[in-house]
Structure formats: structure tokens, C-alpha cells
């Protein structure tokens, strides 16, 4: 599968790096994984976190409503003290996202429509998205501002990291996904985070593929 970045986001954000875990499994074992995922105060400095990602999404004309997914997970947690278990790989990627303060998300590779994945500006014009969880429901994008992951023509995330698609929606009975971090922050602490949900995984299934990649400005594309 080809992923790919289109260089004018990295020209109007250099600092941006795209972290790729791609892995299949056997014999999840949810139940223990939820022992291990405890959601503690963030390692990471949220404030600039938050005020970062904030810049980008008034860049993208994004309403107030629309938040970065690391920064909806953190009210969640504000708020309710955790996060409602979802599935296997969601609980495993929202532990890590909320630690290290990196907004991350993931898709069922068997759901892929086409195989290659692009960080891109909105194409005018094109493909409606689907929303997670309003199967049936499109909406429209309208805004070149806005910045999206596309499968193929299909818009797949929108507002870089605020929403995912039913489309390749993630859920109990999936073995196979490939798991997306969005970061302006360092290599070092992307690096370790990939770390650490590649030993929950293994710790928590039988791991049959594993693969991993990070995109930059160096490296805009990479078959995975």
C-alpha cells in the first residue's frame, strides 16, 4: 500500500511528521489490554499540544465545534475521569494518542477502497464523506482549506485528524489496520510512542505482520 503526503502541506508545515503502524493479528485479547491501558495524566505538555493544533484548524477554516482528536479525547477524560471502551485497536491507540499527546487514528485494511492513502487539501468538487457512526448520511466538502486523508477519491478523515469515515471504520471482528499518527511535536517522542503500542499489542495478541514507517518533509511517500 502506498502512502503519501502532499508537499504542500509539509512547504506550510515543515515540522509536521506522519507515523505509520501497519500489523496484523491473532487472538486479540481485549480484556487484558484493558488492564494495561490507564488513563494518567498525559506525559506530554497538552497546553502547547492543544495551541498547536488549534493554529492548524483555524488554517483549515475549521469551526470551534471541530477539535483535533487528542484534545477531544483529553475533555473526554476531563470530564468523565476515561474513556468508554470501544474495541481492541481503538482502546489500544486512544491509550497511547491521550499519553503522548499525539493525534492518532486507524482503518481496517480490509475496508481500504483503493490501495494507496494520501494527506491531502480537499479536492473541490469531488467525493462527499461519510461520517463515522451516520452510515448513509454525506456530507459535502467544499473548503480547498481544509486538509483530509483520501483513499484514492474517497475522503476518509477529515480535518486532518477530527474525523473518520464508516467507510473503513475499525471494529470487533478486525485483524488487520493501519494505524496512523499525526504529529508537529518531535521524532524522539513519536518514536517511543510507536513503541508503545506496538509492545501493547504484542503483549495483548499473537502478531502475524508487522510494519512500520514515518513520513516527513525528508520522506513524503513510502510503500508499507
Not at 491521550?98 to 481496517?108: A, C, E, N, Q, R
Request: some cysteine.
Amino acid at each position: 500500500m502506498k502512502i503519501s503526503i502532499e508537499n504542500e502541506i509539509l512547504e506550510t508545515y515543515p515540522q509536521y511528521k506522519m507515523g505509520l503502524i501497519k500489523i496484523s493479528v491473532e487472538n486479540k485479547n481485549w480484556e487484558k489490554l484493558q488492564s494495561l491501558v490507564k488513563y494518567e495524566k498525559s506525559i506530554a505538555d497538552e497546553e502547547l499540544i492543544e495551541k498547536e493544533w488549534m493554529k492548524i484548524f483555524y488554517d483549515m477554516h475549521a469551526s470551534k465545534r471541530r477539535l483535533p482528536s487528542v484534545v477531544a479525547l483529553w475533555s473526554i477524560i476531563d470530564r468523565f475521569g476515561a474513556l468508554k471502551p470501544i474495541n481492541y485497536f481503538v482502546d489500544a491507540y486512544n491509550y497511547i494518542s491521550v499519553k503522548h499527546g499525539i493525534p492518532m487514528g486507524g482503518y481496517d485494511l480490509q475496508k481500504l477502497p483503493y490501495p494507496e492513502l494520501t494527506l491531502q487539501h480537499v479536492v473541490q468538487g469531488g467525493k462527499k464523506f461519510e461520517p463515522m457512526g451516520l452510515s448513509g448520511q454525506l456530507e459535502k466538502l467544499k473548503d480547498t482549506a481544509e486538509i483530509c486523508y483520501y483513499c484514492g477519491d474517497i475522503p476518509v478523515c477529515r480535518y486532518w485528524n477530527h474525523k473518520d469515515s464508516e467507510i473503513t471504520k475499525i471494529d470487533v471482528d478486525t485483524s488487520e489496520v493501519l494505524i496512523m499518527f499525526d504529529t508537529v511535536g518531535g521524532l524522539l517522542e513519536l518514536k517511543n510512542a510507536m513503541k508503545e503500542l506496538v509492545e501493547i499489542i504484542q503483549l495483548t495478541s499473537n502478531v502475524i505482520e508487522l510494519k512500520t514507517e514515518i513520513l516527513s518533509k525528508e520522506k513524503l511517500d513510502c510503500e508499507i
